[in-house]
């Protein structure tokens, strides 16, 4: 890895470092973003441009999608450099912004799968009576009890999980750290009492000698996490021991993530909670860059719920989206 700073080249790199520095600021890791900046900022030396020579052209040609590009990427490059002219324009430099986009690219949606609290509890009982044999690889017997009770009963996405270390693990005031999470932002996620009491006991059995910046969930690889792939194959083999039928499109292991934030809307809209007081708490606790992923599983519950959708909609039908046009889930 090369660990040489970065020498700065164009005369607008002190603009540059200033955007970026805000960024971090607002608790944005902005690792790719970063290297575009910097693609930026070499681009601008090689040309000469001054900072009164940036216009929306400039952008568009320096954003101009690459033949190895997705168009996604390049839509994103393209929205950074909006974010960098409108940093310009706040602080007081005469710009054009690029244009925006009229319609973002998306992977197409994918259905949720919410499972029933029937169905959570033959998964885990699939889970916790997977029998050893001599063909098994890995740690599957140890992890797999909590990797999947971790998923749901924290909300967390796979990969969030996986790249969990020893020392994300606080036992002791009972929560978990999650770092560089999908939208760039680290949280700390709370467990319940019996979730800690798994880990403590995991713990003594897989981390009894480990170090703090070992993962949680180990891979066959030493120094490597359990893959993702490998996860998922477990997980269609407990599905299929649980009589829950799977087909290409799911369930998935990310279903797990989804059935959490129904089953909490349920039992917050059951127990006549306030939703506009709790819905700001779910959405840190989620992760989501802002509230329309959280607002996306209140209309999901009111929909799979229909004996709860007159409650629902009498005390908080305001704050119910509108089916939207099938994006919601690339923000969740």
Known sequence: MNNTPYEWKSTIS??????????????????????WIKQFDRYCSEKGIRVEHLNKNLSEEF???NRNESTMIYQQRLCLMRQFMAYLLKNGYDVELPPTLGKTFSYPRHNPYIFTERELKEIFTQIDNWRWTSQSRG?????????????????????????????????????LCIRDSKNGRNRIVPMTESLVSRCNTYSKQMHALSSPDNYYFPGAIPGSHSSDSSTYHRFREYLWKAGIPHTGHGPRIHDLRHTFCVHRFKK??????????????LSAYL???????????????????PEIIARLEYSHGYIIPERGDGNNEERI
């Open 14 to 35: 002190p603009y540059l470092k200033g955007f970026i520095d805000e960024r971090h600021l607002g608790g944005f890791r902005f690792r790719v973003q970063e290297r």
């Open 63 to 65: 954003c101009r999608k």
């Open 139 to 175: 740690y599957r017997k140890q992890m797999d009890p909590l990797l999947f009770r971790m998923i749901y009963g924290c909300g967390l996405r796979i990969m969030e999980a996986l790249h969990l270390k020893v020392a994300d693990i606080n036992m002791e005031d009972g929560y």
């Open 287 to 305: 992760g989501h860059a802002d509230f329309r992923g959280t607002e996306y599983y209140l209309k999901l519950t009111a929909d799979l719920y």
């Open 268 to 281: 917050w809209v059951l127990s006549g909670s306030e939703l506009t007081n709790l819905m700001p708490y």
